[in-house]
């Protein structure tokens, strides 16, 4: 049912940039707010944005959300060996009537 | 502090029923939609079911829907799963989770640690 496309995974060196994308349609993304999730191996999953762009407190501000049209995007600036996870986008769809979870975006550190 | 705990996981049968419980603390319950969200071993989150603060909005995964059924009980600070028909493909780690909003939009600020359902003969 997970109709938010994500790439399966993306990587960079420690220090670098990345950024996950997080495609959709006007049921989903288009209208209604997007939030990103961080789930480390063995944890629970955190909020890191919700809204397309706010942080929870506590979130440092390397994490950054963005929304044009039916696309989102999570941007992790000054990358670290801690920011290894797997990253979910999640919207509400009218469509199907349900929260959509993104397939998730594995972050490398090289 | 607000605080998730599930419970009621555990090894089933195929075909058997299994209900899950969350209980919550440290917010005013019944002022937000809440959230179950699996994850089975080895692979993604897939959300399952949300519910409004009334429970006047339920929603569920077409995965589940016509099998399982979601409610809250506020008086109790509680959620609840009724998981019925289990299938093998529903064996994984059950979340419970709290919205940021009174009716579910997304945003799950708080996770409890899972209850582990394992659906096998």
């Known amino acids: 049912q997970s109709v938010l496309t994500q790439p399966p995974s993306v990587s960079a060196a420690p220090g670098q940039k990345v950024t996950i994308s997080c495609s959709g349609s006007?049921?989903?993304?288009?209208?209604?707010?997007v939030s990103w999730y961080q789930h480390l191996p063995g944890t629970v999953p955190n909020l890191l944005i919700y809204?397309?762009?706010k942080r929870p407190s506590g979130i440092p501000d390397r994490f950054s959300g963005s929304k044009s049209g039916t696309s989102a995007t999570l941007a992790i600036t000054g990358l670290q060996t801690g920011d290894e996870a797997d990253y979910y986008c999640?919207?509400?769809?009218?469509?199907?009537?349900?929260?959509?979870f993104g397939g998730g975006t594995k972050v490398t550190v090289l | 502090e607000v605080q998730l705990v599930e419970s009621g996981g555990g090894l089933v049968q195929p075909g058997r029923s299994l209900r899950l419980s969350c209980a919550a603390s440290g917010f005013t319950f019944d002022d937000y939609a809440m959230h179950w969200v699996r994850q089975a071993p080895g692979k993604k989150l897939e959300w399952v079911s949300s519910i409004s603060w009334s429970s006047g909005n339920v929603a569920y995964a077409d995965s589940v829907k016509g099998r399982f059924t979601v409610s809250r009980d506020n008086a109790k600070n509680s959620l609840y799963l009724q998981m019925n028909s289990l299938r093998a493909e529903d064996t994984a780690l059950y979340y419970c989770?709290?919205?940021?909003?009174?009716?579910?939009?997304?945003?799950?600020?708080?996770w409890g640690q899972g209850t582990l359902v394992t659906v096998s003969s």
């Open positions: 006007s049921s989903n993304i288009g209208n209604y707010f």
């Open positions: 999640a919207a509400w769809d009218r469509s199907l009537s349900v929260v959509l």
């Open positions: 809204d397309n762009n």
């Open positions: 989770g709290k919205d940021l909003e009174p009716i579910a939009a997304g945003g799950i600020d708080y």
